[in-house]
């Protein structure tokens, strides 16, 4: 139990420390065509397997955490960049340099006074075009730095989304599963009779859904957490993918989960089953939106399985 809690905890910290790290005007060594215009750069993948259950299931395979996001506007999803520019925080429109501020039309007979106040005032200023999602563009004059500090909210939402995500205490599931493992004949699986499988510690924080906010300097970010899919790897090299948590086995129960979340092993022997939540969580604030992917993996747990035995009567 400690092993596995140890382990969410470090695949839950790594992630977290992973996903939107290059928040910022330049993502530094990030793949440019997994980047959005603000930085936020997709991180790893996986596949866990498709679905299955019954008798076979999948080939086993593993799934890695990711983490994506994007730009709201008016409650849509837009880039965070495009031809226009990169999308302000503050100006609500995309900005893009257009070049040095042009010079007044009464340049020529301005007096040198008045052509001094002129570039004292506008000293290290840029043109910039501010243009609406749609359509719609306008100019203004700014100092570079100021237009870079103006173009992100003043904390990273990524930063409160791993925060609220931080106070879930996500964790795997332990392992429910029928016949008992056990060593005794008569907790023994049996080659091709169903096997039940389910989450044995059901609760928020292991099989969903969960909720949760963080919030700094005027931004809120609050997210949404759910179980996407149950992975079963069954140790001989094939796994079940179930749409839910599983039904509980009880005393009496016989035939195929009604959960249809089972198993059905061809040979005999010792396996290792281990089940894999993978979690959907969806977050927004501070302009943006997001998902993060993660996996969490449960402690493998032994399965007995033998042949059934024939009693012959004379």
Request: net charge negative.
């Amino acid at each position: 139990m400690l092993t596995r809690k140890l382990t969410a905890l470090l695949a839950l910290t790594l992630l977290l420390l992973t996903i939107g790290v290059a928040y910022g005007p330049t993502p530094a060594s990030a793949d440019p065509g997994k980047c959005d215009g603000y930085g936020n750069c997709s991180v790893g993948d996986g596949d866990g397997g498709g679905g299955g259950g019954g008798g076979g299931g999948d080939d086993d395979g593993n799934a890695g955490g990711s983490s994506s996001s994007t730009c709201v506007y008016n409650g849509k999803d837009i880039p965070c960049a495009t031809g226009d520019g990169r999308w302000s925080y503050k100006r609500q429109c995309y900005v893009k340099e257009t070049g040095d501020i042009a010079k007044p039309d009464n340049w020529d007979d301005m007096t040198p006074e008045e052509k001094a106040k002129w570039q004292a005032k506008n000293n290290g200023l840029k043109e910039y075009s501010c243009t609406k999602p749609g359509g719609g563009t306008t100019t203004f004059n700014e100092d570079p730095d100021e237009v870079i500090n103006s173009s992100y909210p003043p904390v990273n939402p990524e930063d409160l989304a791993r925060e609220a995500l931080a106070k879930l205490k996500l964790s795997p599931i332990d392992v429910g599963i029928a016949p008992k493992t056990s060593d005794v004949p008569e907790d023994q699986g049996i080659v091709g009779m169903p096997i039940w499988l389910w989450a044995s510690n059901p609760a928020d924080n292991t099989t969903g859904p969960a909720e949760a906010s963080a919030s700094d300097q005027g931004i809120t970010v609050r997210l949404k957490a759910k179980v996407g899919s149950y992975k079963w790897s069954m140790g001989d090299g094939k796994a079940v993918r179930c749409n839910g948590k599983g039904t509980p086995w009880k005393k009496g129960m016989t035939g195929d989960s009604p959960s249809g979340c089972g198993y059905n092993y061809m040979k005999s022997g010792k396996y290792e089953v281990t089940a894999t939540t993978t979690w959907k969580v969806e977050w927004e604030g501070g302009g943006m939106r997001g998902t993060i992917t993660l996996p969490l993996t449960s402690d493998p747990e032994t399965m007995h399985v033998t042949e059934a035995q024939t009693v012959v009567v004379n």
